[in-house]
């Protein structure tokens, strides 16, 4: 039967190792999440770094105050994870430097 390069289900989206649930739980199998959170496929767990370094590169804009700024369809996202994202990089990087001036420092809470 020729099923080739129709990907199947339950298997490693990289090197088509099969899983089935159990691997999930056990985490041989993983999902890599893009930027905002859509699934880009399953990946057994010797792929599962390379994939998440693979879209985090695909989506790596530029870095700013030593943090990584993403962007996914037009919306830029301060570190990879954020739930929220911004419609230019300007916006972006001023929500970057505002968290910075909200880190309480070292000291202020001593009594
Ligand atoms: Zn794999």
Known sequence: ME???VRHKLSCNNCSKPFNMHSFVIREA???R???F???GAYCSDCFHEA???IKEKRFVEEYKGEAIYMKDGRYAPYWGASYA???IDDCKKRME???IAVTPFGMMDI
């Open 52 to 54: 998440c370094k693979s």
């Open 86 to 88: 911004f419609d230019n």
């Open 30 to 32: 993983r999902i890599v």
């Open 98 to 100: 505002m968290k910075g």
């Open 38 to 40: 859509s699934s880009t």
């Open 34 to 36: 893009d930027l905002d």
């Open 3 to 5: 099923k080739k390069k």
